[in-house]
């Protein structure tokens, strides 16, 4: 692997004895691996169910050489995230109990945003993304992993804390960076690294920090995180932190590198506001009135509960506990979308079938053949009548509706395999 000659003296000088090892794992293929999803598997479970998956940690699993996620039913019904190793470490420095609410600042794609919603579970995960296009794919991702109790946002970090306050019992600044722990993977990171550009990302990562802590309550806790391994954008930058706002406190660091680790590269740095941590405080919601919506709940539902919001447009969301008030936010969903109210009628959205909890009461569940064949778009003989969940190993793919003998697919054709 060829790397930029002023990157591998520095690295020299930082690893000391440990970089010929370092040099060596650079030149190994990089290990594939995935993320078990707590909301809707635990890891025995999916061991059970792709025993060629080799676990490693908690969570975290190695994919077997050639195996295809795209294709496999389990992925597509969420079971599991596609993620790398190191990339798993920084949401799991947070010490979280269910209840809590968080905050992803800079959520995309959405891995990160999935683990903190499994963890805090009843209460709540404000992800945000203040690239539009990579905004949607952070939506698409929680959506399929079933998280009901996410608010999705594309804004500016520091406008969005000035609107927030310090409300949140985590927050996670998994900061843009030079991305020199992906070198093994992406040879962009390498074409566009230099230190002039590792200085521009650590200047950009204080910026970001700065306004992070804003949003933390007392007694909370703030990650940091990077998968870089320059000292200016990882300790440096946290030195500088501590020092600009002494009521936080350093807990605990973490490296990973290569040769280190089964996974790449990542810093991670877990912070406390200093004060007396108190019980995370919601605030009350109205409840819109939605009685198409309520009638469908109350008739193929369960284990839903919470205030509505009907949007103008008569789609129906369940909202999460919320720490803030939303005016003033670009939101781009908050909660769970339930569906559609048109023409006299409900229509359960994707989001629905596939929350966690699995809160439509009538399913299907199909074999591994009839499930490629949902997810390729096609029709199947129908044993049910009505709106279903169509599940496969118990987890659901998505929505589909019996009728005459004939299970119409109802998957939205953008996530449909071809």
């Known amino acids: 692997m060829k790397l930029p000659e002023a990157y591998l003296k520095r690295m020299e000088a930082q690893l000391g004895p440990a970089f010929p090892a370092y040099l060596a794992a650079m030149e190994a293929p990089a290990k594939r691996a995935a993320r078990v999803n707590g909301l809707k598997l635990d890891p025995a479970a999916l061991h059970g169910l792709r025993p060629d998956f080799l676990p490693v940690g908690e969570e975290g699993f190695l994919l077997p050489e050639g195996f295809a996620p795209g294709k496999d039913p389990l992925h597509a019904a969420g079971g599991y995230y596609v993620q790398e190793l190191s990339a798993q470490v920084p949401a799991n420095l947070f010490a979280l109990t269910p209840g809590m609410a968080v905050l992803d600042l800079c959520a995309a794609p959405g891995g990160k945003s999935g683990q903190l919603a499994a963890k805090v579970r009843?209460?709540?995960?404000?992800?945000?993304?203040?690239?539009?296009?990579?905004?949607?794919?952070?939506?698409?991702?929680?959506?399929?992993?079933?998280?009901?109790?996410?608010?999705?946002?594309?804004?500016?970090?520091?406008?969005?804390?000035?609107?927030?306050?310090?409300?949140?019992?985590?927050?996670?600044?998994?900061?843009?960076?030079?991305?020199?722990?992906?070198?093994?993977?992406?040879?962009?990171?390498?074409?566009?690294?230099?230190?002039?550009?590792?200085?521009?990302?650590?200047?950009?990562?204080?910026?970001?920090?700065?306004?992070?802590?804003?949003?933390?309550?007392?007694?909370?806790?703030?990650?940091?995180?990077?998968c870089s391994f320059s000292p200016a954008e990882n300790e440096e930058n946290v030195a500088w932190f501590l020092a600009a706002y002494p009521d936080f406190e350093l807990v605990t660091e973490r490296h990973l590198y290569p040769h280190t680790s089964q996974g790449e590269g990542q810093y991670g740095a877990l912070l406390r506001r200093k004060g007396t941590a108190q019980e995370t405080a919601y605030l009350p919601q109205r409840s819109d009135r939605a009685p198409l919506a309520e009638a469908f709940m109350a008739e193929s539902c369960e284990g839903l509960s919470g205030p509505l919001r009907l949007l103008p447009d008569g789609r129906a969301l369940l909202l999460p506990p919320l720490p803030c008030a939303l005016e003033g936010m670009r939101v781009l969903r908050a909660g769970l979308l339930l569906?559609?109210?048109?023409?006299?009628?409900?229509?359960?959205?994707?989001?629905?079938?596939?929350?966690?909890?699995?809160?439509?009461?009538?399913?299907?569940?199909?074999?591994?053949s009839d499930a490629l064949k949902y997810l390729r778009g096609e029709t199947l003989p129908a044993s049910v009548s009505g709106w279903c969940a169509v599940t496969h190993e118990g987890l659901v793919l998505g929505l589909a509706k019996g009728a005459d003998g004939i299970l119409k697919n109802h998957l939205p054709k953008g996530l449909r395999l071809y």
């Open 339 to 368: 569906g559609e109210a048109a023409k006299g009628r409900f229509v359960p959205a994707h989001a629905l079938a596939m929350a966690w909890g699995l809160p439509l009461k009538q399913r299907v569940e199909l074999s591994e």
């Open 122 to 226: 009843a209460g709540v995960v404000f992800a945000n993304e203040i690239v539009s296009n990579r905004a949607g794919v952070l939506l698409g991702n929680l959506e399929r992993m079933g998280a009901r109790n996410a608010v999705v946002i594309s804004m500016d970090p520091e406008k969005l804390v000035n609107i927030t306050g310090p409300v949140f019992d985590g927050v996670l600044v998994d900061a843009p960076c030079a991305g020199e722990g992906m070198f093994r993977k992406d040879p962009g990171a390498v074409a566009e690294w230099s230190p002039e550009h590792v200085a521009a990302c650590a200047g950009r990562q204080r910026a970001i920090l700065s306004s992070a802590r804003k949003a933390v309550k007392p007694g909370g806790q703030l990650v940091y995180s990077t």
